[in-house]
């Protein structure tokens, strides 16, 4: 068995458990596309990365960029560099390293999930270039992706599924203007699942 399989298996265990009775709701899971993409979701939580990656079909390795921080927690930290799938980011500073990391992941087709507010929010806040710097580079699409904040024992976590989009299609480089452009899109596309959970909650 592979290292992300025994990471997906003990993933949707834990998730399960905290989540008792009211198992996480996956929306949108046709629109997670075949090949390489750069998945793009908000941040509220810690646990976000894992009721997101665990909603995901199993099949597909996804990677994780993760602060560099959480790799020093005790017994959590070394377990997760184990499993070999996060991509830790100095934050603070341009980390050319794991820029290149990701890239590379996405070139070679596969997954990357990154929060591209770069911290956690309760309310979704502005987006930073770097995740549709990535995608554009990589000639990669962007699967916008909601969580809801809420958590707890008997609590269901909602995970919304954008439909993938390309961030650049024009026959040029692009420029600091078309990064931003593109993450202000972004970040509109998250905002706009975020409203749906928002009236599907209402009476």
Sequence with gaps: MRKYDIAYTLGQIIIGLASFWKPTKVYGLENFPEGPALICA???HNSDPFYIVTSFPRRDRVWIMAKEEISHWPV?????????FLIWVKRGKSDVGAVKSALKALKGGEKLLIFPEGTRNEELGEGKTGAAMMAIRAKVPILPVHISGERGFLTRVKVRIGQPYLPFT???????EDYQRATDALMEKIRALGE???REALP
């Design 42 to 44: 908000n941040h509220v």
């Design 76 to 84: 959590v930290g070394p377990l997760l560099s184990w499993f070999g």
């Design 196 to 198: 749906e959970d928002r």
């Design 170 to 176: 024009e026959d040029r480089k692009a420029t600091a």
